[in-house]
């Protein structure tokens, strides 16, 4: 008798060791499990699951239909999926979803779950869940910082090629796109006379005035050195394009001041609207270039539009536009 008591001791110890290792390993890579029950919903929680969804380890997780409501309702459509496929064919899923926990902190979690195959009396569906929030904070960051001009904070080149083809798919037959290419008169002379510091201020003022004019119907890039281009997608804007190019030209004119003598920076424009016979992003890009070499050649400072011959000026301080 001494001896089974003496046994039943030692397994209850190895388990309870087992316990905190088990617990141990989920709370340094972590993560935490639950299983659900699939006839009665009912749950288990392990303590680093309730944890992660900000729950005190020492209270019980809550039921299946308050763990839902921890998901924002398009990742609780994406689990639920998931889950759904997993039960009608057996098969593992994997997925990853956004959650508020208890405390109000959002978390991204990687959940890894599948039908529990052990044979028991009741069909289990079993999920690991690990927090990945800061891996994905930085492969967002990552992703941005890859579409994003260094020096101006606009997006670059790489953005504005995915943009311009992902419009102009959109838009075949349509004519709700304009693309102007901006390059900047005398920005050399700055550097020479001024150095770097005072051509990458003017290059950032460019940026901030064609964020700030082209908010809410422009898309806006650096493509690199002194050249920028909008990409203007309201109608609106695009059937009164001569008068956005008339006011950008009046706004990008920066003068920059030093012992030297004040340089007057302007900008020249090149414009094209899409039409049925442009199928490609560099079609578009090409005919705006030419629009603005076609501007440089009458003597810089001012924007033309493919297909029309007259060049657009600086609009007044009347607000009239050339």
């Keep these: 008798m001494t001896r089974r008591c003496a046994r039943g001791a030692d397994s209850r110890s190895l388990e309870a060791h087992w316990l905190r290792h088990f617990d141990t390993v989920e709370r340094l890579a972590e993560m935490g499990s639950w299983r659900l029950d699939l006839t009665n919903a009912t749950m288990d929680w392990t303590r680093q699951a309730r944890c992660l969804f900000g729950i005190s380890p020492d209270r019980p997780g809550p039921p299946w239909h308050r763990f839902l409501l921890f998901f924002p309702v398009n990742d609780r459509m994406v689990l639920m999926q998931a889950?759904?496929?997993?039960?009608?064919?057996?098969?593992?899923?994997?997925?990853?979803?956004?959650?508020?926990?208890?405390?109000?902190?959002?978390?991204?979690?990687?959940?890894?779950g599948e039908i529990d195959g052990g044979g028991g009396p009741r069909p289990t569906l079993v999920c690991v869940c690990q927090d990945i929030t800061v891996r994905h904070e930085i492969e967002r960051a990552l992703e941005r910082s890859a579409m994003v001009d260094e020096l101006t904070g606009i997006a670059n080149r790489a953005a504005l090629n995915m943009f311009l083809t992902e419009q102009?798919?959109?838009?075949?037959?349509?004519?709700?796109?304009?693309?102007?290419?901006?390059?900047?008169?005398?920005?050399?002379?700055?550097?020479?006379?001024?150095?770097?510091?005072?051509?990458?201020?003017?290059?950032?003022?460019?940026?901030?005035?064609?964020v700030s004019q082209g908010e809410g119907f422009g898309f806006v890039a650096r493509l690199g050195g002194d050249e920028f281009v909008l990409a203007i997608t309201e109608a609106e804007r695009i059937a009164t394009v001569r008068t956005v190019l008339a006011k950008l030209?009046?706004?990008?004119?920066?003068?920059?001041?030093?012992?030297?003598?004040?340089?007057t920076v302007r900008a020249t424009m090149g414009a094209c609207l899409f039409d049925q016979g442009i199928t490609t992003r560099s079609e578009i890009l090409r005919r705006a270039d030419l629009s603005?070499?076609?501007?440089k050649a009458l003597g810089k400072g001012r924007a033309m539009v493919a297909g029309d011959l007259r060049p657009i000026l600086p609009m007044t301080t009347d607000g009239r536009a050339s």
Excluded: C, W
Aim: hydrophobic share 40%; aromatic share 4%.
């Design 83 to 112: 889950i759904d496929r997993a039960i009608d064919t057996g098969m593992s899923f994997e997925v990853e979803a956004e959650i508020v926990t208890q405390t109000g902190r959002r978390r991204r979690l990687r959940n890894v």
């Design 249 to 263: 030209l009046a706004d990008l004119t920066i003068e920059v001041n030093g012992g030297a003598g004040p340089i």
């Design 168 to 210: 102009i798919e959109q838009r075949i037959g349509d004519a709700g796109l304009a693309v102007v290419l901006i390059d900047l008169d005398n920005f050399k002379r700055v550097n020479d006379t001024y150095g770097h510091q005072a051509g990458d201020d003017v290059l950032q003022r460019v940026a901030q005035t064609l």
């Design 292 to 295: 603005l070499y076609n501007a």
